[in-house]
């Protein structure tokens, strides 16, 4: 049996990922929908590796368009067990300079599209636990590849997830600043909530391009400003990947491999088989 594959969502700037050998391409149709872009499979240090671009080649989708459950569903048709997610970020504390890393332990949900955020539903009720949205382990082997590299690191933080498109006014940043948040962005969460539903492995890599807007003494965030910092990133981004991805595990046996042995509610007599079937990527252990 083959390794479990990794997956990476590249954000703005990272379209693409370098290195990759025997690359294949995938259309992958999902009961949700179709995903960003076509996947890009491939071998990366000897592991299989599977690169979606989650706002499309070229950047043709906004946050609120994205289909995070398709995009996730999608790779777990794949196989893949563990997730990398690259996203770019405002900073929202001093510390955290444009073009420095910070890795996120926790979220705050500021979205209003929570219903695209799960696959259960139509006969199946399920409830993850989500106290650490963030994979301890997946997040240490980012941590220490970054250390290695000579990174500008952050281990730990908040990230508070917004809408968008429209990025937060003054008195918003203030607010998400004033309750002790990190970084904010339009995206992560979503993944990062579906991955633990598909039983997924998922760390950030969450990547400063701005100071938001409550910076006074600095320009208040644009598209200008955001897309100024998005290549050197990218360019970071390639070389973390790189780094870390030779550290993961070839064994799917962390705690979120089995997310669902606590979260799954209706009795398994009463499943839809039409939504059993169409989970099956997801529940095919128990079934």
């Known amino acids: 049996m083959s390794d479990p594959a990794i997956g990476v969502i590249g954000g703005s700037g990272l379209y693409q990922l370098d290195g990759l050998s025997d690359v294949s391409e995938h259309w992958v149709e999902t009961p949700f929908g179709k995903p960003s872009d076509a996947i890009m499979g491939g071998q990366l ?16 989708i906004l946050p609120h368009e994205l289909n995070h459950r398709a995009n996730i569903f999608a790779l777990r048709s794949l196989g893949v067990r563990w997730i990398l997610c ?3 970020v405002g900073s929202l504390q001093e510390q955290y300079p444009p073009r420095h890393l910070v890795l996120p332990d926790q979220f705050y949900d500021r979205t209003s599209r929570r ?5 259960f539903g139509n006969g199946i009720a399920a409830h993850v636990g989500f106290a650490d949205p963030i994979s301890a382990g997946l997040r240490t082997l980012l941590h220490a590849s970054a250390q290695s590299l000579g990174l500008p690191v952050h281990n730990g933080g908040t990230y508070v997830n917004m809408d968008g498109p429209a990025f937060s006014t003054r008195a918003e940043s203030q607010v998400y600043r004033k309750l002790g948040f990190d970084v904010i962005g339009m995206t992560n969460l979503g993944e990062a909530k579906l991955a633990r539903e598909a039983e997924i492995a998922l760390a950030t890599a969450a990547m400063v391009t701005d100071y938001d807007c409550w910076k006074l003494d600095e320009e208040p965030v644009s598209a200008d400003t955001v897309m100024g910092h998005v290549s050197a990133n990218a360019a970071t981004a390639k070389r973390l990947l790189a780094e870390v991805i030779p550290r993961i595990p070839r064994v799917a046996d962390w705690p979120e491999h089995r997310a669902l042995d606590s979260a799954l509610v209706t009795d398994r007599k009463l499943w839809p088989e039409s939504t059993r079937q169409s989970l099956l990527p997801i529940l095919e252990r128990f079934a």
Do not use: E, M, N, S
């Open 45 to 60: 240090a000897g592991r299989q590796v599977y690169f979606l671009p989650r706002h499309g080649r070229g950047h043709r």
């Open 115 to 119: 219903c695209d955020h799960t696959f």
């Open 86 to 88: 690259i996203t770019a």
